[in-house]
């Protein structure tokens, strides 16, 4: 059987994770040959060209180093500041400055070089995220002739968000490279289509045409997930009962309603602390026997935009505060810290409510873990974002715009009026989504698609997409 090769911009580390694709991909390398590639955490002045190799909890790990200035460019400027607000059509928080891309096509060229030499011709290679679009075309011009898969763990944007973006039709002409990309939902499919197949490009400029051809890319939706048997393992572990103990010695008859999310704009934090202020304003009588807990680990703070977030938030929580504490209640706690899989498990397992409101999410896989952590007898209410791609395949949570506070306020009360019988119906059928949807068949149902002789599923699209270039 080929080894497998994942490529990420992270690599696993050890302790706390806060974000969801470490923890799903670990699971996968963990039972498969092969090796785990992408970049070491360390800056330096003259990295290395060769990658070094360390086993970090039984998996091998190859790492390179990247200079301050080419990491900058790449993480905080191109990837975090251009592409991650447009393809979560946040065109208003996105910092444009186009010299970012030499550095992010640069850092991918280095990961080409260092990666290739470490390559057997029939490996499988499976690149992350994107901040390693141009990846596959890097190896490609290097001469590697392996299968190539590329996963977008964020959505994919709309026209107009993509064409915002500077060098977007070098970057549709690094996703015809792949073999097969893999979206989180069928709305990011149709998203690409469309811009794949009618969006004319531009024609200012007297730049002339060429022709991308997506004809050996097969593009489909794989729904990530999480694996809910080991978060309903956890909620009752040693850890996570001594979190549910501490939770209920601190709460006391409160309800706990709870959101786990990194501290990024397109979570809806500020938008989420508003709709619970408003639960409070219109339901006097669950003042006193409600609690908010926020979760949210900070992330990508050298970016102004989360720092403004974070501002943000602090502020509104301190508005809620100020407004309905009392000195014996206080309506909310906001923790910004990370904390491993046990204490989470057992923080959802005692939550009522989960309140997962990102404005647009990939899929999120904090509602997957609230799902599997619940106890079957007397289950939380998971109210969902239509917005995140996890609503595709749970339809049975309370699904709310995140934009709108009132909805979200009332599905909040209403989550926490719900009868038992109609909690545990929907949290069944919640349950067998997120089995069905687990880690393990993602993974699998992307690596058969992506295997040498696999044949094209009915998913596959033949799209020539006119491009203009300079
Ligand atoms: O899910 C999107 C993603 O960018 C992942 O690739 C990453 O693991 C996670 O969010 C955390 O982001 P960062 O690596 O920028 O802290």
New binding site residues.
């Given amino acids: 059987m080929s080894r497998i090769v994942i490529v990420?911009?992270?690599t696993p580390g050890k302790g706390p994770v806060?974000?969801?694709?470490?923890v799903a991909l670990r699971k996968v390398l963990s039972e498969r040959e092969g090796f785990w590639f992408g970049w070491s955490g360390k800056l330096t002045e003259q990295p290395a060209r060769e990658a070094r190799f360390e086993d970090i909890d039984g998996l091998q790990v190859g790492q390179i180093d990247l200079t301050r200035d080419d990491h900058h460019a790449y993480?905080a400027g191109f990837?975090?500041s251009i592409l991650?607000p447009s393809f979560h059509l946040r065109l208003d928080l996105a910092t444009i400055e186009s010299h970012w891309y030499e550095g992010y096509r640069r850092v991918n060229h280095q990961f080409a070089r260092a990666l290739l030499p470490l390559l057997k011709p029939d490996d499988v290679i499976w690149v992350?995220?994107?901040?390693l679009i141009p990846l596959a075309s890097e190896l490609r011009a290097l001469g590697a002739r392996n299968r190539i898969g590329f996963y977008l763990?964020?959505p994919f944007p709309t026209a107009d968000a993509l064409y915002a973006i500077p060098h977007h039709e070098e970057l549709m002409r690094d996703l015809s490279r792949y073999d097969l990309v893999g979206m989180q939902a069928r709305r990011d499919v149709a998203a690409f289509t469309e811009f794949a197949e009618h969006q004319m490009p531009s024609t200012f400029g007297g730049h002339r045409s060429e022709t991308i051809d997506f004809s050996r890319t097969e593009v489909d939706a794989f729904p990530i997930g999480s694996d809910p048997d080991a978060f309903a393992r956890l909620s009752v572990s040693p850890a996570g009962t001594k979190m549910v103990h501490r939770m209920k010695r601190a709460l006391g008859d409160q309800r706990l309603i709870l959101g786990v999310d990194?501290l990024d704009y397109s979570k809806g934090l500020p938008q989420r602390v508003e709709a619970y202020e408003k639960l409070l304003a219109n339901n006097a009588r669950l003042r006193r026997s409600v609690h908010l807990l926020q979760v949210a680990p900070p992330?990508?703070d050298s970016i102004k935009e989360y720092q403004e977030t974070s501002d943000t938030l602090d502020a509104m929580c301190g508005r809620v505060m100020g407004h309905f504490a009392e000195p014996d209640w206080q309506p909310l706690t906001y923790v910004k810290r990370a904390y491993g899989q046990p204490s989470l498990a057992g923080l959802y397992r005692l939550a009522k409510v989960g309140l997962v409101t990102p404005l647009r999410d990939?899929m999120n896989l904090v509602a997957h873990e609230y799902v599997g952590s619940q106890n079957p007898a007397d289950p939380g209410v998971l109210v969902l974002s239509r917005f995140a791609g996890a609503a595709e395949i749970f339809p049975e949570a309370l699904l709310v715009n995140p934009f709108d506070t009132d909805e979200t306020a009332e599905a909040l009360r209403i989550a926490l009026d719900m009868p038992i019988e109609e909690r545990q119906q929907r949290w069944q059928a919640l349950m067998n989504a997120a089995k069905h949807h687990n880690v393990d068949n993602w993974a699998a149902s992307f690596l058969d698609r992506l295997a040498p002789g696999s044949m094209p599923q009915s998913g596959t699209r033949d799209i020539l997409y006119l491009a203009s270039v300079a």
């Fill in positions: 990420s911009n992270r806060a974000g969801g694709l470490a993480y990837s975090n991650w992350h995220d994107y901040h763990h964020i990194r992330s990508r990939g």
